[in-house]
């Protein structure tokens, strides 16, 4: 999933300003793979443990650490946003998770200013529930 | 096609494989019981032992537990039949004995569970 200028964007309960995109990417940690006496193909395929991972993308206006520099790895918190795929939309939809942050970059890289990397792994409430939905209830996995 | 036991198709809901263990006659080998056997002994015909793996699988944990349970119940009454594979060989009067899970329960797509299973042709 990719949201371009997301609006609201707070992360451990402070806001985030600048925020160019959030990334969702979805892995598969655990992959089941069996197969038959019939023949070379795998017959039964199934993903059973999903690594979620957040990126999010900003603009670093502040100098010195800025809102997000004192982030520190390891810490769990909410991340939520408002999604407008449009950038224009005043309709977007509310996206909300549970997140232990596993990475803080900077760069000065690129002609569109100083940028900020936070990367972040979503965590399930009950292991079912996938851990980043709309606000008010992720759905099952 | 799925394997079948004594007519029953019990592991039917996911992949499966078998492997045939030795076969011929057991044997101690030489120095297995002391310094003085120098020599192999043999014994006695091996039994046909047939190990089955595979994965069981449903859509819920009561669905998967459901199929563990009535093939535990089998294992304890020696369901004893012929066991067809589902390559089409078949080994007759064979004993399920045993069900072994070989992992826990597995939540993906599907509810699974690993297991290990054994059919002994008794003596």
């Known amino acids: 999933m990719l949201w371009i200028v997301p609006k609201e964007v707070t992360l451990l309960g402070e806001p985030l300003n600048g925020v160019r995109g959030i990334t969702v990417s979805r892995t598969a940690r655990g ?3 069996e197969w038959s006496d019939l023949g070379p ?7 059973t443990q999903v690594s979620v991972e957040v990126r999010i993308e900003r603009e670093v206006r502040e100098e010195g650490a800025g809102v997000s520099g004192g982030l520190a790895l390891g810490a769990q918190g909410e991340l939520s946003f408002v999604a407008s795929p449009s950038g224009a939309s005043g309709h977007g939809e509310a996206v909300r998770g549970t997140v232990v942050v596993t990475g803080v970059r900077h760069d000065l890289a690129g002609g569109e200013g100083p940028r900020q990397v936070i990367t972040c792994r979503a965590v399930s409430s009950d292991g079912s529930s996938d851990p980043l939905g709309p606000a008010g209830g992720g759905g099952k996995s | 096609m799925s394997s079948t036991i004594a007519g029953q198709s019990l592991f039917g809901s996911g992949p499966e494989r078998f492997v045939v263990r030795p076969v011929g006659t057991l044997f101690l080998p030489p120095l297995a019981l002391d310094a ?7 014994l ?3 039994e046909v032992w047939v190990v089955q793996t595979g994965r069981l699988t449903a859509a819920t944990d009561a669905a998967l537990w459901d199929q563990v349970e009535l093939i535990r119940q089998r294992a304890e009454e020696r369901l004893t039949g012929t066991l067809v594979l589902p390559t089409g060989r078949s080994f007759a009067d064979m004993t399920l004995l045993r069900l072994a899970p070989e992992s826990g329960v597995e939540h993906g797509r599907m509810v699974s569970l690993a297991y290990r299973a054994d059919y002994i042709r008794l003596a």
């Open chain 2, 44 to 46: 006695t015909a091996l």
């Open chain 2, 36 to 42: 003085l056997q120098v020599t192999t002994t043999p």
């Open chain 1, 31 to 33: 992959v089941i793979e």
């Open chain 1, 41 to 47: 193909f795998a017959t039964f395929v199934d993903a």
